[in-house]
């Protein structure tokens, strides 16, 4: 069965410092993993993906993510946080071996930034 | 193309009242997955359909909850006898093909009183 760890149901940073949102995976063979993002009241968007191609993955607003095979994680960073970063983060992993869904999310990790 | 669109946003049900929830896919969009968030919780998956079809329900209760997708019209999420506890978010996700980049709707947030 594959599970994703969010480590930290809470992160808080000043505006314009890293943001870096861990993710632990488990999987007994190569996965595809997903980071959301949730805004309130809101649906999710996808903000990347990694699907065995570059490890270093590149998504939306200035996001991006670094699968380590070896560490079992795929932790979301961004260089500087914006006030509009503020939202709720999902990591997932596909479901089944073979493809991206079903997804199996994590807890979610709830971002606040600090003026 | 409009996205996944579900509705109602809101919902409202008493204790032992039914509770429909409907999501109508992207344009071109064949999969239907739905799943539920909990308070303070990730979203767990519940069900996965394709047109006329229930191709992984694992994540259903086996009680009081059903999903159809049928031919035509969209995809319908019953919850039958509501409790309390069925009170959270329910999100849909539609794809184009089978293991493809899944689209979130909104959610239908279901209250229980």
């Known amino acids: 069965a594959q599970s994703v760890t969010q480590l930290g149901s809470h992160v808080s940073v000043s505006e314009g410092a890293l943001v870096l949102l861990r993710c632990n995976y488990s999987s007994s063979v190569p996965p595809y993993l997903f980071w959301y993002v949730q805004y309130p009241n809101q649906g999710l968007q996808l903000l990347l993906k990694?699907?065995?191609?570059?490890?270093l993955v590149k998504g939306i607003n200035g996001f991006e993510a670094e699968f380590k095979k070896s560490e079992t994680s795929f932790h979301l960073t961004k260089p500087s946080a914006h006030m509009s970063d503020a939202a709720e983060y999902f990591c997932a992993v596909s479901r089944f071996n073979s493809g991206n869904t079903p997804l199996v999310f994590g807890k979610g990790t709830r971002l606040s930034v600090i003026a | 193309n409009a996205g996944v669109m579900q509705n109602p946003r809101h919902l409202v049900r008493r204790r032992g009242q039914e509770a429909r929830l409907r999501c109508s896919p992207m344009k071109g969009h064949s999969h239907v997955y739905w799943y539920r968030q909990l308070p303070e919780e990730g979203l767990k998956f519940m069900v996965y359909l394709q047109k006329e079809n229930i191709i992984d329900e694992s994540g259903m209760p086996k009680e009081r909850f059903s999903a159809e997708f049928p031919k035509e019209g969209p995809s319908i999420l019953r919850i039958q006898q509501v409790v309390r506890g069925d009170s959270a978010a329910y999100f849909c996700a539609s794809s184009p093909r089978e293991f493809t980049e899944a689209f979130f709707g909104q959610g239908t947030r279901l209250t229980v009183v």
């Open positions: 990694y699907t065995s191609a570059a490890t």
